[in-house]
């Protein structure tokens, strides 16, 4: 027979499981985004390899370069593409911190290039991404959107 005591007893156990239970897909939803930063840094791929086909990316701010992408191929052509454009060296991140919790993860980086200008251009970043199945499905982008406008005029 379940009593009140018994039954309270039984919520209190699995509460204290349900940190090792999202634990799980937190530690391998960090290694994967950790490991995806490693690669684009050592210039062998990168972040954006793991964008699911139908990720929505989402740049905050109010420049003209601030908005929505809707899928992945429309992100890599219509942002990737026109700032890699702009660079002789790809940028290089280098990242502060990685703060994981379940599906979320999120990444303070810096990045680094040479324009083709000549010109330094380097940002830090915050990006907040969520993962299903070791793809990233959605991307909110904080960055000095300004910044890239430089580079981009």
Not at 18 to 47: H, S, V, Y
Not at 96 to 104: E, S
Not at 139 to 148: C, N, P, Q
Request: hydrophobic letters at 45%.
């Amino acid at each position: 027979m379940i009593t009140k005591n018994n039954l309270a007893a039984l919520l209190l156990g699995l509460s204290l499981c349900l940190p090792t239970w999202a634990n799980d897909d937190t530690a391998a939803n960090q290694a994967l985004i950790q490991k995806a930063f490693e690669d684009w840094r050592a210039g062998q791929g990168g972040i954006f390899q793991l964008l699911a086909d139908d990720a929505v990316w989402v740049v905050a701010g109010s420049s003209p370069y601030s908005g929505t992408y809707r899928t992945r191929e429309a992100f890599m052509e219509d942002a990737v593409k026109p700032i890699t454009d702009k660079l002789a060296t790809p940028i290089v991140p280098t990242v502060r911190q990685i703060v994981a919790q379940g599906p979320h993860v999120v990444v303070h980086w810096d990045g680094q290039a040479t324009a083709r200008d000549g010109s330094r251009y380097e940002n830090s970043y915050s990006w907040h991404m969520q993962l299903e199945n070791g793809r990233i499905t959605r991307v909110t982008a904080f960055l000095d959107t300004w910044r890239l406008v430089q580079l981009m005029d």
